[in-house]
């Protein structure tokens, strides 16, 4: 009974893994630059009793476990060359899929509760927001029309990324937005954590709007929206 318990999960972690593997090759096939991401490794103990090693980084108290890239150079191995990606995941079956943005799109990443609202909003407005999903964890992400490298830099708002592998993301709020509280930017020198990958505890990540579907929208279009659902949670 025991071993085909075993058995069962392995088949199921298997079916995942190729899940994740066939949606990096998809990503990349669409044009969207994709790369390898670090992911929850099977539950044990780790460097000792009593330590539980929660990333495949290996690093003890990782603050993005599973959420980040697993190499330092992700901007440079990031590719939207299927057989390419195809390959990166035969090499890790097991990695969460992590996508580029600020090339051909942008993300604008919000708390899940505040992004269903803007959705709601959204078809009332009759506004098409695009592709969305939502994160394995707490977050909403609406994928946007890149707005490139702008010739005013004010004009950029950056997501501070630390790309030391297993450091995780550390972004910055965008700033001279009032009224847009836990609202990240995702554009150059950044990225997400795209479906179907999981975090530990936090199940896997999943499209409410498949990309492919839906045109990316302009993004400054889809920010009234956003600060409209921030400004109704105030209240």
């Known amino acids: 009974m025991v071993e085909t318990m075993r058995r069962g999960r392995r088949r199921a972690a298997g079916r995942k893994a190729a899940g994740r593997a066939a949606a990096a090759v998809s990503y990349a096939a669409m044009g969207w630059p ?14 000792g009793a009593g330590a539980v090693r929660g990333c495949s980084c290996d690093r003890i108290g990782c603050p993005a476990p599973g959420a980040h890239p697993i190499s330092a150079a992700w901007q440079v191995e990031a590719t939207t060359d299927p057989a390419v990606a195809d390959a990166m995941w035969a090499a890790r079956p097991d990695a969460n899929v992590i996508l580029a943005t600020g090339r051909v799109f942008d993300v604008l990443d919000v708390p899940a509760p505040l992004g269903l609202t803007a959705l709601n909003l959204m078809a009332g407005a009759d506004i098409e927001p695009g592709p969305v999903a939502l994160s394995a964890g707490d977050r909403a992400l609406f994928f946007v029309l890149t707005r490139g490298a702008p010739a005013d830099e004010q004009e950029w708002w950056s997501c501070h990324l630390d790309s030391e592998p297993g450091s995780g993301t550390e972004h910055s709020e965008l700033s001279g937005l009032p009224g847009l509280p836990g609202l990240r930017w995702h554009c150059r ?5 795209a479906p179907p990958s999981r975090l530990p505890g936090a199940g896997a990540a999943r499209w409410l709007r498949e990309p492919g579907s839906h045109p990316l929208p302009d993004g400054l279009r889809l920010l009234e929206v956003l600060a409209d659902a921030c400004e109704g949670a105030r209240q």
């Open 189 to 193: 020198a950044s990225y997400v954590v």
């Open 34 to 47: 994709v790369c390898a991401g670090a992911y929850p490794p099977p539950a044990r103990t780790h460097r």
